[in-house]
């Protein structure tokens, strides 16, 4: 069983940077895709980023949205997935949720991923 506790949430100013964690437990963290992704009060669950696991040689996708701002990266020794958020918005608040799925299609709806964190916060203030 594949469990996921996201850190890093807060508030900050627009302009600001936030960077997330993800820990992984139970499983082989190498060979998990992760993402990634943010529910905005009101609003559907959004894809943000994905960071491939090892069949997928580490591929990075990026929603448009934040693309130039945000960068996924993962730490395979330390079993944690990172988001790093700049020039942050206030249309990124929202609570930020990270997902992982075993190997196999790499995809960006919430629906390709079995294993999710509890979310962490994250507020952009104007």
């Known amino acids: 069983q594949v469990q996921l506790v996201e850190s890093g949430g807060g508030l900050v100013q627009t302009g600001g940077s936030l960077r997330l964690s993800c820990a992984a437990s139970g499983v082989t963290f190498s060979i998990l895709h992760m993402a990634w992704f943010r529910q905005a009060p009101g609003k559907e669950r959004e894809f943000v980023t994905l960071?491939?696991?090892?069949?997928?040689?580490?591929?990075?996708y990026y929603a448009d949205s934040v693309k130039g701002r945000f960068t996924i990266s993962r730490d395979n020794v330390k079993n944690t997935v990172y988001l790093q958020m700049n020039s942050l918005k206030p249309e990124d608040t929202a609570v930020y949720h990270c997902?992982?799925?075993?190997?196999?299609?790499?995809?960006?709806?919430?629906?390709?991923?079995?294993?999710w964190g509890q979310g962490t916060q994250v507020t952009v203030s104007s």
């Open positions: 960071v491939a696991g090892s069949s997928g040689g580490g591929i990075t």
């Open positions: 997902a992982a799925e075993y190997a196999g299609t790499l995809g960006r709806s919430a629906g390709s991923y079995r294993f």
